[in-house]
């Protein structure tokens, strides 16, 4: 539940109560708003007060807004590709364009709706009705290796090796520029400021950490090995874009002109590494590089 409280300015006065709204930034539409007030979850002097009600300087708004519904995701007959499956989880390369979970514009068609065709009710809860056996994800435009938990002991333990950053994680990237050697990168990443769909370096962020290998170098790019300690939302990405060397192809954190036949940002989670939670056995899988990744190595010519 999220409440959030308005003053009306005096500029503001005569506005109605969904369009004053609809100008918070809040994030809603003024039909979703107007919704909200139907419902009696916006007080207006801590009276309810309807969409429609005209303003004055002053005037208190408190909104109530309820938490999202999740609704189960259904399974679906989309073909997956499965490294590995025992009784305990799955490793699964995804490829290039497909969602993990279903999400407000993306409601179907993803990686979750095949998981349940393949597995039936066999995936871990501890996700919710939306993301049922996902321990963690990657972004819809990167391709390669993931682990999904079939039951809450797998997950839980799983998530435990995630949370020490235990879990051994390499991505393979192309990037803008000339990078001599490797490094690291070690800043804060937080949600951008402006742009409630970015991440940033932020001080006041979350703690991130992606070291970085030179695999070859060409004359305007660098092909390159990133190792996560941490997994931040977008984390490579915005980790090399901060260096000046955003991933090839990223519309989000590169330049303006986009690499079009690579629709999507060059990355491939290629090694994913965890201890296996029911064994206690370390298990390694390798994805190789898929199609578009080998085609846009090529077009750049020989490493120089």
């Known amino acids: 539940m999220k409440r959030l409280e308005f003053t009306v300015p005096a500029e503001a006065t005569g506005l109605r109560l969904d369009q004053f709204l609809a100008g918070q930034d809040i994030g809603l539409s003024r ?27 002053g005037d208190t708004i408190l909104l109530t807004i309820p938490p999202a519904r999740e609704t189960a995701a259904v399974a679906q007959n989309i073909p997956l590709e499965i490294v590995y499956e025992d009784a305990d989880l799955l490793v699964v390369n995804k490829p290039k364009g497909m969602v993990v979970h279903p999400a407000p514009g993306s409601p179907d068609g993803t990686l979750v709706n095949a998981l349940l065709w393949h597995c039936g009710a066999s995936l871990s ?12 994800r990657i972004d819809k435009d990167t391709s390669g290796l993931l682990v999904v938990a079939k039951n809450d002991a797998a997950h839980t333990a799983l998530s435990a090796q995630l949370a020490v950053h235990s879990i ?27 742009d409630r769909k970015r991440m940033a370096i932020d001080a006041a962020g979350r703690y991130a950490y992606t070291a970085y290998e ?23 990405r915005v980790h090399l874009a901060s260096i000046g060397h955003p991933v090839a192809g990223d519309a989000v954190y590169g330049p303006k002109k986009v690499i079009k036949s690579l629709e999507g940002q060059c990355l491939h989670a290629r090694v994913l590494g965890f201890v296996h939670p029911s064994t206690g056995q370390y298990m390694e899988f390798e994805s190789p590089l898929p199609e578009y990744f080998i085609r846009f190595l090529a077009a750049l010519g020989p490493p120089e």
Do not use: M, W
């Not at 809860?125 to 993301?131: A, D, F, V």
């Open 31 to 57: 039909s979703a708003l107007g919704a909200l007030a139907g419902e009696n979850r916006v007080l207006c002097n801590g009276l309810a007060a309807g969409k429609s009600l005209r303003l004055k300087a």
């Open 125 to 136: 809860g501890i996700g919710g009705e939306l993301r049922p056996g996902i321990v963690h």
């Open 168 to 194: 051994r994680r390499v991505y393979h990237t192309v990037v803008y520029g000339r990078l001599r050697q490797g490094g690291a990168v070690e800043a804060p990443i937080g949600r951008h400021r402006a």
């Open 214 to 236: 030179v695999l070859a170098a060409y004359r305007d790019f660098t092909y390159l090995a990133c190792q996560l300690k941490t997994g931040r939302t977008h984390q490579i």
